[in-house]
């Protein structure tokens, strides 16, 4: 287990006087929630800290940037996002509490606030970490995914950014915004999801380089196949699953279009040639059947990958 310091006293502590404070006979949602302060930035969304003053606790705030939250597209896809996250009541989930708008008429929902670190933050100390550890990390994303895909949702943002490991060992996939549903009848809809800004806009660095999601996508993500199913989340685990047992990610390359092109036409190393550590043979070969090109060629299930990774391969 990954053990974390716990989180400052004053979130977690309680007192009679905020269990027995009464309640406004009229209340006014737009007046809910108070001392915010902005914990992360993505894309075009903000995800902020702040006091339910309701039930006197903190919570995670999200909502769009100022220049998108009139986007009737953004907008829908935070509710979304929202409804997803709600939707899937999972141990590895962060649960979703309120959506709403704000007096603006802005959209914003709340989840759990939830004190940690990332996987990103946990492989920047790697040496620190136990093989162990983080395998059973990765497994506790594929118990989330394998929930999801059995529901009808595709993830489609797995990357060590999005995993967070919280103060009691608690591992929650994190960020449903790129999530992936179908109608009854097998159809899906189609709007600007993942289109080549997109994925500039959350790989490319001020000085052209990239980093994080363009290293884990999968080919028919990055080609923007309109078929594209569970399978490709199975890909994305298993170049997080590479990464961990290497050091380095699948895809390689300085700028966008090289790592783009590295993922859709190289074959990555074994990871026992590249590390400097002893590298488990059936963890090897379950990294290297989820980045096959050809999602025909991986594993149909996120369980059929999972009753691996549970084998004895120490």
């Known amino acids: 287990m990954l053990n974390f310091p716990e989180p400052p006293k004053s979130y ?21 929630y108070a001392f915010f302060s902005t914990i992360a930035k993505g894309g075009k969304s903000l995800i902020k800290s702040c006091k339910d003053l309701h039930l ?40 979703t509490y309120e959506l709403g708008r704000d007096a603006r008429g802005h959209c914003y929902f709340t989840m759990k606030l939830v004190h940690g670190y990332t996987l990103r933050e946990i492989l920047n100390y790697r040496d620190r970490y136990d093989l162990t550890q983080l395998v059973e990390v990765v497994l506790q994303v594929g118990y989330a995914l394998e929930y999801a895909h059995t529901h ?15 103060p009691y060992g608690e591992v929650l996939l994190l960020d449903w915004g790129l999530a992936k549903v179908w109608n009854p009848d097998g159809s899906t809809t189609v709007d600007r999801e993942s289109s080549p800004s997109d994925i500039r806009d959350l790989t490319i660095t001020c000085q052209g380089k990239a980093q994080g999601t363009a290293h884990y996508m999968s080919p028919e993500q990055i080609n923007q196949d309109p078929a594209i199913d569970h399978r490709t989340d199975v890909f994305s685990l298993g170049a997080v699953l590479y990464e961990i047992l290497c050091g380095q990610t699948p895809a390689r390359g300085e700028k966008l279009h090289q790592v783009i092109e590295s993922a859709l036409n190289d074959t990555p190393p074994n990871p026992s040639s590249v590390s400097s550590h002893r590298v488990p043979q059936i ?10 090109k050809d999602p025909k060629d991986r594993y149909k299930t996120m369980q059929e990958m999972l009753r691996l990774l549970q084998q004895d391969w120490r």
């Open 283 to 292: 963890l090897q070969e379950v990294a290297m059947r989820c980045l096959e």
């Open 56 to 95: 006197s606790r903190f919570v995670c705030y999200k909502t769009l940037k100022p220049e998108f939250a009139d986007d009737e597209i953004e907008q829908q896809r935070l509710m979304r996002e929202a409804r997803v996250s709600a939707m899937l009541q999972h141990p590895n989930t962060v649960p």
């Open 152 to 166: 009808g949702v595709v993830h489609r943002d797995i990357k060590p950014e999005n995993v967070l490991v919280g």
């Open 12 to 32: 977690n502590s309680v007192f009679l006087e905020e269990t027995d404070k009464p309640l406004p006979q009229k209340l006014d949602p737009r007046t809910r």
